[in-house]
């Protein structure tokens, strides 16, 4: 199948597939090796097939960037140590089978429902079973609280933290500054919720930008749950601070977001040098993130392009028979669905200038070229892509044909 591949393009491509390689990927499907034919990377190429489990197939899936590691994080959730409903090894499981690379189980330090039935007083307990839980995993579990007060400042997560006994203070200003004071990456919750903003809208008080400017608030969730907020996405880009997206799960993921039937949780993809806690942490604070909610993908354009073109490579096929119609396909190994829209003056002979690229499927496009080309440029509008509120990203491919 490799055969009708053009020179420039495979080479280009084979680089696209080595820098993208993921053992993850080829471990739930030793099949795809048996398809990768020519070239060893070709396992991507193919969508990993669907088996009997669930689980496996519905793993996270992207592909790291030429220069850092693609880390899915999910940095707010909740166990029976505050108001959550499951012991932490279950978050733990659950990050295993969803195939989540980084967790944090993040627990009200002001609100303890269960605390008659489950006494205790280190409030690092959550925390430390669930480390000893993954301990024989790769994934990695991080240390993290929530800091759960009125507005202002609300809900926040500290996390990255080194104590979680002496944030829980009287004011809620000693608590940021003991968490900072510990190195910790501390965001923003839920600021659109309708609890403490009746109307939705994601909004900061002044205490908020006393926080920024003290550096004591690094980031702000534009995701949480079910929810996306253009306002909050907007406070990001307006404060300069990292865009995070969280499931802040209490019952199951699997019934939270229907994984079985192909849903999944939100993540914050981190792009860090190295796949370390460390490396991570270093990332967050310099905001190189994109989250992950639904079949959005939000993100600043430093991020947000590479992430996208590397996750929907392109592969030329050629022209059909003797006609002008060039065939190209489009080659999806993620989860998510894209969708896309053609922004060059070409036609195309089967879709619409709007389409959609299934999840893990290679989606072929019949391009009208009026001509026999030896180099064609494609481009596309991802409308699910979102670098500010009502702001898409568009992405060019630079294909060769062989004669
Ligand atoms: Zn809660
Ligand atoms: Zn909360
Ligand atoms: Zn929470």
């Known amino acids: ?60 899936y992207f592909p790291d960037l030429p220069n850092a590691k693609t880390i899915s994080c999910d940095f707010h959730m909740h166990t029976v140590f505050s108001d959550g409903s499951v012991w932490p090894d279950i978050r733990v499981s659950e ?74 203070t009287e004011d809620p200003m000693d608590a940021f500054a003991e968490a900072a004071g510990q ?15 009746k109307d939705g809208i994601a909004r900061y008080d002044p205490m908020h930008l006393e926080l920024i400017e003290k550096n004591m608030l690094h980031g702000i969730e534009i995701v949480n749950e ?6 909050a996405l907007q406070l990001a880009l307006d404060h300069n601070l990292t865009l995070i997206g969280t ?16 849903g999944h949780r939100p993540v914050t993809l981190v792009f860090a040098e190295v796949r370390s806690p460390e490396a991570t942490k270093e990332a ?44 190209v396909e489009l ?17 195309f002979h089967e879709d619409a200038s709007v389409f959609m690229v299934e999840p893990q499927s290679t989606k072929t496009l019949l391009v009208k070229t009026l001509e026999r080309l030896d180099t064609v440029e494609l481009e596309f509008e991802f409308l699910n892509g979102i670098l500010a509120p009502n702001e898409h990203p568009t992405i060019g491919y630079s294909l060769t044909l062989e004669n």
């Open 95 to 168: 990050a295993v089978r969803e195939g989540i690379d980084c967790i944090s189980t993040t627990e009200h330090l002001e609100y303890q429902p269960h605390s008659e039935d489950i006494p205790h007083p280190d409030r690092n307990r959550a925390f430390e079973l669930a480390k000893r839980s993954a301990r024989n995993t790769d994934l990695m579990v991080i240390a993290g609280s929530e800091i759960t007060r009125q507005m202002p400042p609300g809900h926040t997560n500290a996390v990255f933290i080194t104590d979680a006994n002496p944030i829980l």
């Open 331 to 347: 080659v999806n190994a993620t989860h998510s669905r894209f969708t896309l829209r053609n922004t060059t003056e070409y036609t």
């Open 1 to 60: 199948m490799n055969s009708r591949f053009t020179l420039p393009l495979y080479s280009l491509l084979a680089l696209v597939f080595a820098l993208s390689y993921q053992p993850k990927l080829v471990a739930q499907d030793q099949h795809t090796h048996e398809n990768g034919q020519e070239h060893s990377h070709g396992s991507i190429t193919e969508p990993p097939a669907h088996g009997h489990n669930h689980a496996v197939e519905q793993k996270v």
């Open 226 to 231: 079910h929810s996306y907020s253009d306002e």
């Open 183 to 197: 190195g910790a990456f501390i965001f923003t919750n839920h600021p659109q919720w309708t609890a403490q903003r």
């Open 247 to 262: 499931s802040d799960v209490h019952g199951l993921t699997d019934w939270m977001y229907e994984i079985p039937h192909g």
């Open 284 to 327: 967050l604070h310099n905001r190189q993130t994109v989250v992950w909610f639904n079949d959005l993908f939000i993100g600043r354009e430093q991020w947000l392009m590479p992430i996208l073109k590397a996750s929907l490579p392109i592969r030329v096929i050629g022209y059909q028979g003797d006609s002008q119609i060039l065939e």
